[in-house]
């Protein structure tokens, strides 16, 4: 008789135990993207489960972005959205570079949130969620200043080949423009040890590529002492199972020739192709100085992606200094470039700058600098018709009966394979590019 009675009061327990659910939302770079992961997972195990709706979730979340002023209305467009959904008893909490930077102002513009947290206080949030559960309001603005990084072993990564490492949090650099610094507090890097125990454990887990993150890579400092950067780099490249590393974003002030040897894709923000502009950014590098680092790229013996970032439009650019960030990309070559218009940020010295560029203008230029950079790469990406490729299978591209692909060097490569040859998502196939796009290549699955 009790053998065949169903488990029922389990059963009962299970669906009756109330299960706290949140949603996320995040704006940004990449770091914020992986800041994100690591907050799911830190939620998932304080008792959380993640929806995929607003409607569905009790704390709503959003990871911010205040890079330009643009990024930061976003967020304020989204409380004022949501406002309503408060009669139903959710909350709302606001994370990142947005809470660190407007703080405690949050709760006046936006009685609805009841937590404010910057980045640099994560490790914090398990006991801000128990104060927000309460019905108390949370702060967690006032770590810009520790030592520590947010390590966690909950991170809930959405991709399952290809994943992220933080290895070194903030920026001390102060760029004329960025409210980096103020927004992520101050330069940290963690153990080289701790890095390679998540790489060998992300290995375990089936990854075979892995993307180091920080907002100046080059300028990590094992606190621990045992590696530099290019040492690191080598280290998460030698793991069994790795068969790609990457990094973001590399300053050319710390750039180091060491690393040259060591990946296929650099991206080196350069900001302005002319000197004077670089010096009012406080770039801390010429252009010749720039181009050097190019060139000793350019003389590796593999041969190297390079992209970039470049403002138009910052305080007192002229025509002639515009006409310098141009034939910067002629010179350069990049593969591709992100580009910005300069927009005014709180708390950074270029916001007392006389000679703003009127808006229209900054939008002539940043269109020129992109058709110009389109030109680029229609001439360089023809250049792979003919050639051979390996690459790391992302999706599947129904519509067009196409794989999606990507390159060691990070150039996106979609393809046709024969007749009943499925690759598996995550694997690595050789691929032969027969057409090329401003911004992709067209292959055949070589079997
Ligand atoms: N740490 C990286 C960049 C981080 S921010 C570096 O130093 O290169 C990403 C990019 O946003 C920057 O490279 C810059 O091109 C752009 N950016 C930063 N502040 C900006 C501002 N105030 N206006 C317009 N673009 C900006
Ligand atoms: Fe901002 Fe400069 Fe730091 Fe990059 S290096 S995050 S642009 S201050
Ligand atoms: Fe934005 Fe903060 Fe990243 S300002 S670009 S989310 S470091």
């Given at each position: ?6 488990p ?25 993207v ?5 907050v799911i997972?830190?939620?998932v195990?304080?008792g959380?489960?993640q ?5 569905q ?14 990024a930061?209305?976003?967020v ?7 406002k ?8 709302f909490?606001?994370l ?5 930077q407007?703080?405690e102002?949050?709760f006046e ?7 404010v947290c910057?980045?640099?206080s ?10 927000i ?7 967690g603005?006032?770590?810009?200043e ?17 994943g992220?490492i933080?290895?070194?949090e ?8 960025c409210?980096?610094?103020?927004t992520?507090?101050k330069?940290r890097?963690?153990t080289s ?27 990590y400092?094992d606190?621990a002492?045992k590696r530099s950067?290019?040492?690191?780099l ?7 199972g790795i068969k790609?590393v990457r990094?973001t974003t ?5 750039f ?5 040897e060591?990946?296929d894709?650099v991206?080196l ?5 002319s000197?004077?502009v ?7 590098y010429?252009?010749?100085q ?5 060139a000793?790229?350019k ?5 190297l992606?390079?992209?970039?970032d ?7 650019e002229?025509e002639?200094?515009?006409a310098e ?9 990049y593969d ?9 940020r709180?708390?950074?010295p270029?916001l007392?700058?006389?000679?703003a560029?009127p808006e229209?203008e900054?939008s ?6 992109m058709?110009k950079?389109k030109?680029i790469q229609i001439?360089?990406?023809r250049k792979?018709?003919?050639a051979?490729?390996e690459v790391?299978v992302e999706g ?7 794989w999606?692909g990507?390159?060691?060097?990070n ?9 009943g040859?499925?690759p598996?998502?995550g694997s690595?196939v050789?691929?032969?590019i027969t057409a090329s796009?401003?911004?992709?290549l067209l ?5």
């Amino acid at each position: 008789m009790l053998s065949t009675e169903p488990p029922t009061r389990y059963t009962l327990f299970m669906s009756t135990a109330p299960q706290k659910t949140f949603y996320v939302e995040t704006f940004g770079c990449q770091m914020n993207v992986h800041d994100s992961e690591k907050v799911i997972g830190t939620l998932v195990h304080q008792g959380y489960s993640q929806v995929q709706t607003v409607e569905q979730a009790d704390l709503i979340l959003y990871n911010t972005c205040s890079i330009r002023d643009k990024a930061e209305q976003k967020v304020f467009h989204r409380l004022a959205d949501y406002k309503k959904l408060l009669a139903q008893g959710k909350k709302f909490g606001v994370l990142g570079c947005v809470a660190q930077q407007e703080g405690e102002k949050i709760f006046e513009r936006a009685p609805h949130v009841s937590l404010v947290c910057g980045s640099a206080s994560y490790r914090n949030l398990p006991q801000m969620l128990i104060q927000i559960e309460a019905g108390k309001r949370a702060t967690g603005l006032d770590d810009r200043e520790t030592d520590e990084c947010f390590e966690t072993e909950f991170t809930a990564r959405t991709n399952p080949h290809r994943g992220y490492i933080t290895i070194i949090e903030g920026c001390d650099k102060f760029c004329a423009y960025c409210v980096v610094p103020f927004t992520r507090g101050k330069e940290r890097s963690r153990t080289s040890e701790s890095v390679l125990a998540e790489a060998r454990q992300m290995v375990d887990r089936g990854y075979t590529e892995i993307q180091l993150l920080g907002q100046n890579v080059n300028s990590y400092k094992d606190p621990a002492g045992k590696r530099s950067f290019a040492e690191l780099l080598t280290a998460v490249g030698e793991i069994p199972g790795i068969k790609r590393v990457r990094f973001t974003t590399s300053h050319p002030r710390d750039f180091g020739r060491d690393i040259v040897e060591l990946c296929d894709h650099v991206h080196l923000p350069v900001q302005s192709g002319s000197t004077r502009v670089l010096d009012a950014m406080q770039r801390l590098y010429t252009r010749e100085q720039y181009l050097e680092r190019i060139a000793s790229m350019k003389a590796a013996k593999r041969e190297l992606s390079i992209t970039t970032d470049v403002i138009v439009g910052f305080p007192g650019e002229t025509e002639a200094d515009f006409a310098e960030t141009l034939s910067l990309l002629d010179e350069v070559g990049y593969d591709s470039i992100f580009t910005f218009k300069y927009s005014p940020r709180p708390n950074t010295p270029s916001l007392a700058l006389d000679d703003a560029i009127p808006e229209q203008e900054k939008s002539r230029r940043l269109e020129v600098l992109m058709s110009k950079q389109k030109e680029i790469q229609i001439v360089r990406y023809r250049k792979y018709i003919g050639a051979r490729a390996e690459v790391m299978v992302e999706g599947r591209n129904e519509a067009r009966k196409q794989w999606i692909g990507r390159t060691s060097q990070n150039k996106t490569l979609n393809f046709s394979a024969p007749e009943g040859t499925e690759p598996k998502l995550g694997s690595y196939v050789p691929v032969s590019i027969t057409a090329s796009f401003p911004n992709s290549l067209l292959g055949e699955m070589v079997i």
